[in-house]
């Protein structure tokens, strides 16, 4: 995982919040529940997307630790 990929998401939820709230505030609530719904499947596509990055990671160590004992 890198800081692109951090700074991404942020950016992302920040413009994500954003919206929400003008969308609450004109009275689009349901624009708004779409749009957390649509961010919600989003973030938790890069947290799949990170955890098999890190199991990943996780594997080659005990791969490597299997090769050195």
């Not at 950016?11 to 709230?21: C, D, E, K, M, Q």
């Not at 649509?38 to 799949?48: D, G």
Request: hydrophobic share 60%.
């Amino acid at each position: 995982m890198e800081l692109n990929d951090l700074l991404r998401i942020a950016g992302i939820g920040l413009v994500i919040g954003l919206l929400h709230i003008f969308f609450e505030q004109t009275g689009k609530k349901e624009f708004s529940f779409f749009l957390f719904f649509i961010a919600y499947i989003y973030i938790t596509a890069e947290m799949l997307r990170f955890l098999k990055i890190f199991f990943t990671e996780i594997a080659e160590f005990f791969q490597w630790l299997s090769m050195t004992v």
